[in-house]
């Protein structure tokens, strides 16, 4: 069966009947009829009808290696033909993840050097919840089991995922959150910084939110503190330099351990292979997923630091816990041809050095100035613009976030895909954008800004 032998309609109106879609309102989808992306080629995607659209999510922040790499298809194939599946539980493994986890204990922050595998990034916060709760049961303190996360943090969309994430109306349908996770504020000054604030001192007023739930909860009963290095789905919240190395000195003056989530910023995007090394962070452990394969097939790998590893290793006997997928060798196989490309055409040399600063030139110079634009900030190939009414006061329109939806179907009927949440829009697109795209994607973007003025 072949979809070139539908129409969009029909392929729409069966979506309608039978797919139930992530993060959607079907009224809405059922309303307006899914755009159906048939087919890809380096920064573009192409739907149905034909229509070239620029992509500036690379998919949901995965594709950083860009579309159309037959050498990852090639390794799929191989790696499928020759062993598509075996498990790596009862005392066996397979090639693909031994090599892989090689190669990210090489390439990891100095003192992570383990690796458990899953599907997605939600698994992997499971497992990192479970594991370092494991660990201080494991080192007899099994009462300092509270996580602290922040308010619009997105950990994944699992029981655990949900829980540890801060977002408000996933909460509310939730009905009933794992316990003993606490969330305080997000470092995000656009909003929350006080008039006449720095943003140095707002950088360390956000992480002694931290140290002020440590207080409250009792050091004796904090394990670990989560967060994502830059705020993703939450809008692209980069916090002042300021704020990480206060949140570990926190961590480290309390004995608290230190998970940061790097589903979307880990191999590459921000000019580092993690952020944890652009920014200076030293974590316990450090959850990624998307781009380690680039999205081309599903895996995370949730990288553990020597210190929690070696208590699993000696203390632990049997961690109960490991998915059917974990370590698929498929997926690593891919994996490791990802890592390949990526370190071979220099990609986060070429993000640190020249599309990065340039990126970032070009959001302050050509969008920066626009009438509904309060704020534009980048870091490596992560951005963001904030819409607002008014640029002195803040203003935001109204309709809680309708705005941003706007100026998102301006952009995507112009050739940019790029993302709205809240009164925020997003752009994370393919490492292997050019200054010519950039540009490409600021004139689109300032067309689309222009129309929703
Ligand atoms: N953590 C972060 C920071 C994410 O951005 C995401 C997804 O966007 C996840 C976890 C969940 O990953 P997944 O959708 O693969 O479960």
């Known amino acids: 069966m072949t979809y070139q032998n539908f129409s969009l309609k029909q392929l729409q109106d069966i979506d309608a009947a039978h797919h139930l879609h992530p993060f959607t309102d079907h009224k809405d989808l059922r309303a307006a009829g899914s755009r159906v992306i048939t087919r890809a080629e380096g920064p573009f995607i192409y739907d149905s009808e034909g229509n070239e659209l620029l992509d500036g999510m690379a998919g949901l922040w995965c594709v950083n290696v860009g579309y159309g790499r037959h050498e990852l298809a090639e390794a799929a194939y191989a790696q499928m033909k020759e062993l598509p599946y075996y498990n790596s539980f009862f005392r066996c493994t ?152 206060e949140i570990q000195r926190i961590c480290r003056k309390y004995d608290i351990l230190l998970m940061l989530d790097e589903v979307i910023t880990a191999y590459g995007r921000t000019g580092a292979w993690f952020a944890a090394q652009s920014m200076g962070i030293e974590p316990d452990t450090i959850t990624t997923a998307k781009a380690l394969t680039s999205g081309y097939q599903p895996l995370s790998a949730l990288l553990v630091g020597e210190r929690i590893a070696s208590t699993l290793v000696d203390k632990g006997g049997e961690f109960y816990h490991g998915y059917t997928y974990s370590g698929h060798p498929v997926a690593c196989a891919v994996a490791l041809v990802n890592l390949e490309i990526i370190e071979r055409e220099g ?64 952009a995507i009927a112009n050739g940019m895909m790029l993302r709205a949440t809240g009164d925020t829009m997003i752009l994370s697109p393919p490492l292997i954008w050019t200054r010519e795209t950039i540009d490409m994607a600021a004139d689109r973007i300032a067309r689309a800004l222009d129309l929703a003025e």
């Open 347 to 410: 990609l986060i040399e070429r993000v640190r050095d020249d599309t990065g600063p340039y990126f970032r030139k070009a959001l302050a110079e050509r969008l920066a100035g626009h009438g509904i634009v309060g704020e534009v900030r980048s870091f490596g190939l992560m951005g963001a613009i904030e819409i607002v009414k008014d640029r002195e006061t803040r203003e935001r329109f109204p309709g809680d976030g309708a705005a941003a939806v706007v100026v998102r179907d301006h």
């Open 94 to 245: 397979t090639p693909t993840p031994v090599l892989l986890s090689k190669k990210l204990a090489e390439i990891a922050p100095e003192g992570v050097s383990q690796v458990f595998y899953g599907s997605s990034g939600s698994e992997s916060n499971d497992t990192a919840l479970r594991l370092v709760r494991h660990y201080w049961a494991l080192e007899g303190r099994p009462q300092k089991n509270i996580i602290i996360s922040r308010k619009n943090a997105y950990h994944g969309s699992s029981v655990a995922g949900t829980s540890l994430g801060g977002m408000a109306a996933m909460h509310g349908q939730l009905g009933g959150a794992v316990p003993n996770i606490v969330h305080v504020m997000m470092p995000y000054a656009f909003e929350l910084a006080l008039p006449g604030e720095r943003e140095h001192d707002f950088g360390i007023r956000a992480a002694r939110a931290v140290e002020d739930a440590i207080l409250e909860a009792g050091p004796d009963n904090v394990a670990a503190f989560i967060g994502e290095p830059i705020m993703g789905a939450g809008g692209v919240k980069i916090p002042p330099p300021s704020y990480w190395p």
